[in-house]
């Protein structure tokens, strides 16, 4: 039986010009080997509106892992600016990062991020277009949102019998892409906590 | 006493469903409802136990938190050696916690709550088997086993020492199962559920000792825990919500004939919860008066659905004290301290209270000797030095091993002693950082960390280790603590972000078909800082005094006793309290208005004679656990022309039948094809599965005292020490009328134990440890297992052991030779027996273990030990002997 415990998220160059690259320093905590590797994604949130406009900065695969306790730095490029829509470039978005175990999502760790001008000109008369050299990226890295997901350790997302009699609070948050069905009350990461601001 | 309500200790005002205390008394833990999910909480002990702790800020009161469970927390519970916690809750699972992993204090990540974990607590093990919400969960003692039981109306014994295996499930209870508690000598487990019953099962072979369901008939299915508890001497069970005149009780179950003639009353609600306090105390003995000689007594605290807690004393008529309102809800779970004079309380209000007696008012605890010496009195054999490798009886009935348990003991002490700090208990993370400091590391993670493209072209970081699990060594790294650098200020800022809030729940959209979902949970961290704030103030502390609470019981106790009937009245305070056994405490035994003449039947004069079953009003035995069947026996049920009619009733899952029977029914049995019955006019009647008379009634020269049922055989054995069996169905005597007398002459012991196995060979036992069969082609009585025999303890055929072969060693011969064979590796290993001998030795015991298998016709235990004595014969090369076997076993 295997648990992997994301017990903290750094952010690091934070806040930063627009262009740099993401940097989250991931320590996380694994009971026993894991025969098979972590993927670890970033997922910038372009529009507030609609997923169309979400880009997956980067993924990595993190292994091997032994039982222990383990930090790594995951950095990806800044979003593709083309693909943002320009209204919403400044402002509040969210970044996500989301870990998977044999296909299966076990951890979305969800941060606010605010891009504004620093020039208070600029802030005050923000040009039409957006000028991403102007931007500063601020991650409030004081409030991550964690959402876990009980996943099946032991093999892949296979579907489970046992889906009855699920406390109906965690299946209150999932997606109905995650409904008890899939989501197999085995994993040794059952809570869902959340943080709000 | 000394009241007082820590409003820290809390769950956010979720209700606080189980407490219990550590048994260094150090720490507590509380289980209950969390924000989303069950909630586990380990506090500091010292701030409740000391005001200046409690103000000192740098003493932590949170030393952990645990939100794995997926629901409400319904049960924690310490493991006897403070290793391990286990919890139970509404999401089917236990769960085993042990400290680990020590790198600092460390938050929840994410978690809404900024509080440090100061000690870090992991599950260690999930143990999932049952289908319903787990409600209780109890460590035996000595933690050989953790049993649990579920609203699936069933008690998994789960062996502690090898999670997750299942020793046994329990099967009998027809409706939710809400109490499990221990007998301290480890010889039973009660339960008590929803189907009005409490049940205790032997550990000896799982099966059913005794239903009680008298006292609970009125009871209605209003409780979410029925607690139970057993005495510290083992010598009464008390029972949550009973009823007695339609009065809620806590009904007191003596262990001598599992007689219920007593009960604490007083109660306006339900029981939900009694807990003996784990010491037994004597009398304070006070300067200057004439020192009498005082009985121990035992203490039990008793909570309800009324909010109320009274402790009562075993040597007091009425309660010592009892305190009212002392929460909004049903109280939910009571722990002692170890030392006894302490005691947690929780509720469904979610606030625990702590109760502080002194040595004044409770008396002074008896030290383990003492204890101990109590034990040996009733039970003959110690507690205190009954170690791991009885693992199926924690009951020493040999000499010897006591001695060499002593020995061991002794040699072990020290280890144990060290053992006790929680610190050198915790498994420790290993520092791999090289002496340089994790800050250093951190600076140059980037850099440092390697990072690979697999064939496909994907990136591939391997993560920096920076701490081993569970290995030895000590860890001093420092907590990575998150710097707050809150940038955001204005509010309206916020506003947006709530179309991005369901951008955080979902999983990614690789999935497809992902539509936002609202989300329903926001409150804001000011909000729940008030939440927190809301929690009541303390009451304070010396609120109350004993004196002023005893008045409030007699009021309460006076207007209970204008309910009652004036008769009643007066049996009903006799029943106020246990009273201990003859055996410990010689003050008069009381005799009740109820008691049912129980020894007008007299055994007659006999050379040999074995002790009767006294005659009950009503009793029921489970018969066969695969179709659960029960027997149940009400005597004198109706009374016809003169004549008094006693009634047998059999059923298996909703199909029942019963016949009337002319005298009062002593004993009765059944297997899954016949039910036997003997009654006090010494008559055995014999019915086939479906209540159909076999044979007319047996006559037999004297009472009854024993009778067993297995196949479609009878065995009874009789108050004169005669056995015989009988093939009912071909009406044949296999044993006819064989005496004792060979195997209990020149010794004091007595029959222990009897049975009968599926072939039909009767088997007793011996409290001197030796079990005999008779053999009815010989006509002997055959010695099958002694406990005694010093082959078994000098025996090491460990190697020859496989994994499966513990299924084939389930029978007869396992049952009567318990488990505790594997007792004889350790002593060979620490006398350090010459190899030969020991071979020798081994080969001897293999070779007994063969013949009493064939001899008890036991096929599968024969294959066994037959697979065993090979194995055993080719890693020895002993090769005259293996031709024999082969001739065996061809």
């Known amino acids: 039986m295997a648990e992997v415990q994301v017990l903290n998220v750094a952010v690091l160059d934070n806040p930063s010009p627009f262009g740099n690259p993401f940097q989250f320093e991931v320590t996380f905590e694994c009971m026993e080997d894991l025969p098979e590797d972590l993927e670890w994604k970033i997922i910038y949130v372009g529009s507030a509106e609609s997923e169309e406009y979400d880009q997956t900065l980067d993924s990595?695969?993190?292994?091997?892992?032994?039982?222990?306790?383990?930090?790594?730095?995951?950095?990806?490029?800044?979003?593709?600016?083309?693909?943002?829509?320009?209204?919403?470039?400044?402002?509040?978005?969210?970044?996500?990062?989301?870990?998977?175990?044999?296909?299966?999502?076990?951890?979305?760790?969800?941060?606010?991020?605010?891009?504004?001008?620093?020039?208070?000109?600029?802030?005050?008369?923000?040009?039409?277009?957006?000028?991403?050299?102007?931007?500063?990226?601020?991650?409030?890295?004081?409030?991550?949102?964690?959402?876990?997901?009980?996943?099946?350790?032991?093999?892949?997302?296979?579907?489970?019998?046992?889906?009855?009699?699920?406390?109906p609070a965690p299946n209150a948050m999932l997606s109905p892409s995650c409904t008890p069905g899939k989501a197999p009350p085995l994993g040794l990461v059952p809570d869902n906590s959340m943080n709000c601001l | 006493m000394k009241l007082l309500k820590p409003s820290w200790v809390n769950h956010n005002g979720k209700p606080i469903f189980s407490v219990d205390i550590h048994p260094d008394g150090t720490k507590f833990a509380t289980g209950g409802q969390g924000e989303d999910s069950g909630k586990v909480v380990i506090w500091n002990m010292a701030p409740v136990l000391r005001e200046e702790d409690e103000r000192n800020e740098n003493i932590p009161k949170l030393l952990c938190q645990m939100d794995n469970h997926l629901a409400c927390v319904n049960c924690?519970?310490?493991?006897?050696?403070?290793?391990?916690?286990?919890?139970?809750?509404?999401?089917?699972?236990?769960?085993?916690?042990?400290?680990?992993?020590?790198?600092?204090?460390?938050?929840?990540?994410?978690?809404?709550?900024?509080?440090?974990?100061?000690?870090?607590?992991?599950?260690?093990?999930?143990?999932?088997?049952?289908?319903?919400?787990?409600?209780?969960?109890?460590?035996?003692?000595?933690?050989?086993?953790?049993?649990?039981?579920?609203?699936?109306?069933?008690?998994v014994i789960w062996n502690a020492r090898k999670f997750p295996e299942i020793v046994m499930t329990l099967k009998g209870h027809t409706g939710l199962v809400k109490g499990l508690t221990w007998d301290p000598v480890g010889k039973y487990i009660a339960s008590q559920a929803d189907d009005r019953s409490l049940k205790v099962w032997r550990t000896m072979d799982w099966q059913l000792e005794t239903n009680i369901t008298k006292p609970f008939s009125e009871c209605g299915g209003t409780t979410h825990v029925l607690r139970l508890s057993w005495s510290p001497d083992g010598q009464y069970l008390v029972s949550a919500h009973a009823m007695n005149n339609s009065g809620p009780t806590a009904q007191i179950i003596e262990r001598d004939g599992w007689k219920t003639n007593m009960d604490f009353v007083g109660h306006r609600k339900a029981v939900t919860v009694v807990k003996f306090n784990p010491k037994i105390f004597k009398k304070k003995q006070k300067n200057g008066s004439t020192p009498k000689p005082s009985c121990p007594y035992c203490c039990c605290a008793v909570g309800s659905k009324d909010r109320s807690l009274?402790?009562?004393?075993?040597?007091?008529?009425?309660?010592?004290?009892?305190?009212?309102?002392?929460?909004?809800?049903?109280?939910?779970?009571?722990?002692?301290?170890?030392?006894?004079?302490?005691?947690?309380?929780?509720?469904?209000?979610?606030?625990?209270?702590?109760?502080?007696?002194?040595?004044?008012?409770?008396?002074?605890?008896?030290?383990?000797?003492?204890?101990?010496?109590?034990?040996?009195?009733?039970?003959?054999?110690?507690?205190?030095?009954?170690?791991?490798?009885?693992?199926?009886?924690?009951?020493?009935?040999?000499?010897?091993?006591?001695?060499?348990?002593?020995?061991?003991?002794?040699?072990?002490?020290?280890?144990?002693?060290?053992?006790?700090?929680?610190?050198?208990?915790?498994?420790?993370?290993?520092?791999?950082?090289?002496?340089?400091?994790?800050?250093?590391?951190r600076k140059n993670l980037l850099k440092k960390q390697v990072e690979t493209r697999t064939a496909d072209g994907r990136r591939r970081i391997t993560p920096l280790c920076i701490a081993q699990l569970d290995t030895a060594g000590t860890a001093a790294v420092n907590s990575i603590g998150m710097k707050s650098n809150l940038l955001l200020t204005s509010a309206s800022k916020i506003e947006p972000m709530k179309a991005l809030d369901s951008r955080f729940t979902e999983r990614s959209k690789a999935m497809p078909g992902v539509t936002s979902v609202p989300l329903t949970i926001g409150i804001t961290p000011l909000d729940r800082v008030k939440d927190s704030s809301s929690v009541k103030e303390p009451k304070g502390k010396d609120e109350t005094s004993s004196d002023s609470e005893d008045k409030i019981m007699v009021k309460s106790i006076a207007k209970r006793k204008g309910e009652m009937e004036g008769a009643e009245v007066v049996e009903k305070r006799k029943k106020g309290r246990p009273r201990k056994d003859a055996k410990t405490m010689p003050f008069p035994q009381v005799t009740f208005l109820l008691s049912k003449d129980p020894s007008r039947l007299t055994t007659p004069i006999a050379v040999l004679k074995l002790p009767t079953p006294s005659i009950q009003k009503s009793f029921s035995t489970q018969v066969s656990t695969d179709g659960v069947t029960y027997l149940e026996v009400e005597n004198e049920v109706s009374v016809v022309s003169g004549s008094r009619l006693s009634q047998l009733k059999w059923s298996r899952e909703g199909r029942e039948w019963d016949v009337l029977l002319p005298s009062r029914i002593i004993i009765a049995a059944g297997s899954s094809n016949v039910v036997a019955v003997a009654c006090e006019d010494r008559t055995l009647s014999v019915f086939t599965a479906c209540g159909r008379r076999l044979i007319p009634s047996i006559i037999l020269p004297v009472p009854m005292s024993a009778l067993h049922c297995s196949g479609h055989f009878v065995m009874a054995l009789t108050a004169s020490a005669m056995l015989s069996v009988w093939d009912v169905q071909k009406q044949t005597a296999?044993?006819?009328?064989?005496?004792?007398?060979?195997?209990?002459?020149?010794?004091?012991?007595?029959?222990?134990?009897?049975?009968?196995?599926?072939?039909?060979?009767?088997?007793?036992?011996?409290?001197?440890?030796?079990?005999?069969?008779?053999?009815?082609?010989?006509?002997?009585?055959?010695?099958?297992?002694?406990?005694?025999?010093?082959?078994?303890?000098?025996?090491?055929?460990?190697?020859?052991?496989?994994?499966?072969?513990?299924?084939?060693?389930m029978g007869p011969l396992a049952l009567t030779q318990g488990r505790n064979l594997s007792a004889g590796r350790l002593a060979s290993r620490l006398s350090s027996t010459p190899h030969h001998l020991q071979q020798g030795m081994t080969l001897a015991f293999l070779e007994k273990q063969l013949s009493s298998a064939l001899i008890l016709l036991s096929a599968s235990e024969y294959r066994h030990w037959l697979l065993i004595y090979a194995r055993f014969l080719v890693n020895e090369g002993e090769a005259v002997r293996e031709g024999q076997c082969h001739c065996s076993q061809g």
Not at chain 2, 390 to 399: A, R
Request: hydrophobic share 35%; net charge negative; with cysteine.
């Open chain 1, 60 to 167: 990595v695969l993190v292994g091997p892992i032994p039982a222990g306790r383990h930090m790594f730095v995951f950095q990806a490029d800044a979003p593709n600016t083309g693909l943002i829509p320009e209204s919403d470039a400044v402002g509040v978005t969210v970044v996500l990062i989301t870990c998977t175990y044999r296909g299966q999502e076990f951890i979305r760790i969800g941060y606010y991020v605010n891009n504004e001008y620093t020039d208070t000109e600029l802030r005050e008369n923000p040009p039409l277009k957006p000028d991403y050299g102007q931007l500063q990226r601020n991650i409030l890295a004081s409030n991550p949102r964690v959402t876990r997901f009980h996943i099946n350790w032991e093999g892949c997302a296979e579907k489970m019998e046992d889906s009855e009699n699920v406390d």
């Open chain 2, 734 to 809: 296999l044993v006819k009328n064989e005496s004792l007398n060979p195997i209990l002459s020149g010794t004091d012991a007595t029959v222990s134990q009897s049975f009968l196995t599926q072939q039909g060979v009767a088997v007793v036992s011996l409290s001197n440890g030796k079990t005999y069969c008779f053999n009815s082609s010989l006509e002997t009585w055959n010695l099958i297992a002694d406990k005694q025999d010093s082959l078994v303890q000098c025996t090491d055929f460990r190697n020859c052991v496989s994994a499966q072969d513990a299924l084939g060693s």
């Open chain 2, 310 to 441: 009274s402790v009562w004393l075993t040597s007091l008529k009425r309660p010592l004290v009892v305190i009212h309102d002392l929460f909004d809800k049903s109280i939910m779970d009571i722990t002692w301290t170890l030392n006894g004079l302490g005691l947690l309380v929780c509720s469904m209000d979610g606030t625990v209270a702590f109760l502080d007696f002194s040595q004044d008012e409770l008396g002074d605890p008896l030290n383990e000797e003492e204890k101990n010496a109590i034990h040996q009195n009733i039970y003959g054999k110690s507690l205190a030095i009954t170690m791991e490798s009885q693992l199926s009886s924690t009951i020493i009935e040999n000499p010897e091993m006591l001695k060499y348990q002593q020995e061991r003991q002794g040699n072990q002490n020290p280890n144990e002693a060290q053992g006790i700090g929680p610190e050198n208990q915790t498994p420790k993370l290993t520092n791999v950082l090289n002496g340089e400091s994790l800050e250093d590391i």
């Open chain 2, 76 to 155: 924690v519970r310490w493991s006897n050696n403070g290793l391990y916690l286990a919890s139970g809750g509404d999401d089917k699972l236990v769960m085993v916690w042990k400290r680990a992993a020590f790198i600092g204090p460390s938050t929840v990540f994410g978690s809404s709550s900024k509080l440090a974990n100061v000690e870090q607590w992991r599950c260690v093990m999930i143990l999932r088997n049952h289908t319903g919400d787990v409600m209780d969960v109890a460590w035996s003692p000595h933690d050989v086993w953790l049993a649990s039981c579920s609203v699936d109306n069933t008690i």
